[in-house]
C-alpha cells in the first residue's frame, strides 16, 4: 500500500534539527526518513541515458555495480537524432525502468552545451545550440515524467569542462548567459518544469553554483518559475548555510552532522531565518510525497521492447557524413570484410557516473554476420582493456583481409578512457594507431566505409579524403551495433544530423585559448560565438558544418513564406523527398539580423522539426517564431529586447546548406538607455529626447577647429570629459542639469 502524508501538517511536527537534516541526503543515494513524523526515504539514481540504479551495497563513491538496465544512446546520439518524440518515447521507456526498480528520480537529462569538442564529458550533452539542447531536454523530461518519477536537469549552469570542474570559476559575461548557457535550462523549466534542477560544481563569475543566489533563486525560481527543488551535485556543497540561503534545497550526497548543526546554529543565531530553512524542507517533502508511489509500486518493463527502442533510437542519431559514389547502402554482406576492434568491441557509453549495466549488448560484428555469416574479420589495432596484440601484426592482418574485400567497413573510435566525467579528453583526433589503419586499408582499397564511435567530434582531416563513406554513430548505446548493420543494409534510411560543427583542427574551435584556463578561472573570452556561431560568422572552413547530415534519399526545400503580426513570425516552407526511398528531413529554421547594434552570429538556429515523408511526398511545415526569437540580451537595459529593423529567415539542411531566405521588416522598441554624464556626445546625439537638448547646448566657439577627424573623435567622449574642457556655457553644472532634463522628459 503506497505511504502518503500530509506535507503541512508533517513540517510543522518538525523539530530544528529535523528540519536541518532534511536538506541532506542519508546516504549517497537517498533522502532523509524521520519515522518519528512518518517521513520516509526515497531514493534518486544516475542517469542520464540509462538506470544505474546499485545494488543493495552500494560503494562510498557510487561507482559500483549496477542493476540490468537498458543502456540507450547517450544525449550526443539523441541529440543528433532531432526527433523530440523519439526522445519523448525514450523517457517513458526509462521511466518504467527508473519506476520498476523503486527509484524516485533518475538524475538526468543534461542540457551543459558543448563548448569545446574536448570536454570528456561531452557524451552526455545534447548539442552546441541551447534550441537543439532545450527542445529535446523538455521531451526526455515529459517522457520520464509521465511514469511518475522525477528528473534532474543538470548541471546548472556554465559547466563545461571536467578540468578543475570542482573549484574552477566560469568568467561569462552576462549576455552570453543569458544568450548561450542558460537558455535550453530555461525551456526545459518552462516547458516540461522537472522535478528537481542539479546545480553545478563549479563557480560562476567567482560563485559557486550551489551558493549563487543570482542563479538558483532570481532566475530559476524568480524568472522562470521553477516549481521544484534544487538538490547539488555530489560534492558540490562548500557551505550549506549560505548555499540554503542562496536557494540550494538538498545537499548531495548525505556529508554528517557537521553542516546540520551549522544550520541549526545559524538559526538559533539569526543568521539564517527559519522560514528559509523550511521554504526548503516543504519542497524536500513535496519531492517525497511525489516519489512515494514509484518507490512502493510493482511496476515493470518489457526488456526486449526496450532493446528494440534503443536500437531504433541509436539508428535515428547516426549521422551519414559522406557518401561518395552512393557506396551505402551495401547490397548485401557479400564480398564485405570489417576492420577495426570496436567491431566486436563496442564502444557504446562513456565512462563516470553515467555507466550502465546493460540488459544484453549488440557487437556490429555479430550483426552482420548474422546477415551473411562469412564475413571477414581483422582487429586491426588494440584499445585499453581489449584484447591483447601488436599493433604491427594486427595492421598486417587488416591489410590482408582489406585487400581482398570488395568493400571495407572499418570500426574506429575514441577509447573508452579517453571520455569520462571526471577529466577532459587529451585528443582531438583518433589515436595515431587507428589512423595507420584507416590509411593503410584505403592504400589496398578504394572502397572504405568508416564507422566511428565517440562521445563529440573528433578530427577526420587526417584520413578523410582517403575514403568514400563516413558514419558517425557516437556513442550508440546497447543495440548500436545492431543499428549499424541496419544503416549499413538499408534496412533503415540515415537521419541523423550533426547536433554539433566538426571542426577542421582543435586550434580553430572558438574556446582554443580560453579553455581549461588557469590558476582556477576558465574566461570565455568567445561570447556568444559558440559552436557554428563562431564558425559562420567568421567564415571558417570546416569539416562538416552544425545540421549536416545525407540520406538515402534527396528532399527539395519550396515555398518559402514568412508573415509577420507584431513580433511574431510565421515561417512556412514546404519539402518534398524527391529521391528513391522513405526518408527523414530535418528542416532548420535560422535567423539573421544583418544590422543589429551588438555582434550577433551570422545565424542562429530558432525552430526546427523532423519531417517523415515517402517517395514523392511533399508537406508543408510550419513554425513559430516569437520575439524572444528575434531578441538579444541588451547589455545596457539588462533584459531581452527586439531591435526594429530587417531580418532575414533561412530555412536549411545545415547552417551551411541554406535552401531559401526571405526578408522581413519587424517593428522594434526604443532601446535608449539611461543618459548620464558619462554617455558619450554620440549617445547623447542619437537620443531622441538628449539629442536636441545637447545639441543646443553644445556649441563650439568659431575660433575652435573642428575638422572631421576632431569631431569623430569628440563623438567618442563622455559629456563630462567635455563639460570639463572649459568651452563657454557648457560647464559640469550645465550638464547636470541636461541629464536632469532628459531624466524627466
Known sequence: MTQVFDVERALAQLTLEEKASLTSGSDFWHTTAVERVGIPAVMVSDGPHGLRKQSDNPDHLGLGESVPATCFPTAAALGSSWDADLLTRVGEA???ETRANDVAVLLGPGVNLKRTPLCGRNFEYVSEDPVVAGVLGAALVRGIQSQGVGTSLKHYAANNQESDRMRVSAEVDERTLREIYLP??????KDAQPWTVMCAYNKVNGTY???NHWLLTEILRDEWAFEGLVVSDWGAVHDRVPALAAGLDLQMPGAGPGPDDEIVAAVRDGSLDESVLDASVRRVLRLVARGLPAVSSAASFDVDAHHDLAREAAAAGSVLLKNEGALLPLPSTDGVAVVGEFARTPRYQGAG??????????????ALRSVGDDVPFAAGFTIPGGPAGDDDDLLAEAVSVARDAGTVVAFVGLPAPDESEGYDRPRFELPDNQVALLRAVAAVNPRVVVVLANGSAVGVSGWHDLVPAILETWLGGQAGGSAVADLL????TPSGRLAETIPHRIEDTPAFGNFPGEAGVVRYGEGVLVGY??????AMDVAYPFGHGLSYTTFSYDSLDATVDGSDVTVTVTVTNTGPVAGAEVVQVYLRDPRAAVLRPTRELKAFAKVALEPGESREVAFALTARDLSYWHPGLRRWVVEGGEFVVEAGASSRDIRGSVSLHVEGEPLWSPLTSMSTIEEWFAHPVGGPLMQAALVPPADLPLDDTMAAM????PAKVIAEFGIPGFDRARLDALVAQAAAS
Do not use: K
Not at 184 to 189: D, K, L, N, Q, S
Not at 714 to 717: A, D
Open 94 to 96: 526509462l521511466g518504467r
Open 184 to 189: 535550453a535550462f530555461e525551456r526545459v523549466v
Open 209 to 211: 553554483a550551489s551558493q
Open 353 to 366: 557516473s553515467s555507466q550502465v549495466n546493460p540488459t544484453r549488448l549488440d557487437a556490429a560484428l555479430d
Open 489 to 492: 543494409l538499408g534496412i533503415r
Open 533 to 538: 556561431r563562431w564558425y559562420d560568422t567568421r
Open 714 to 717: 569628440m563623438l567618442q567622449m
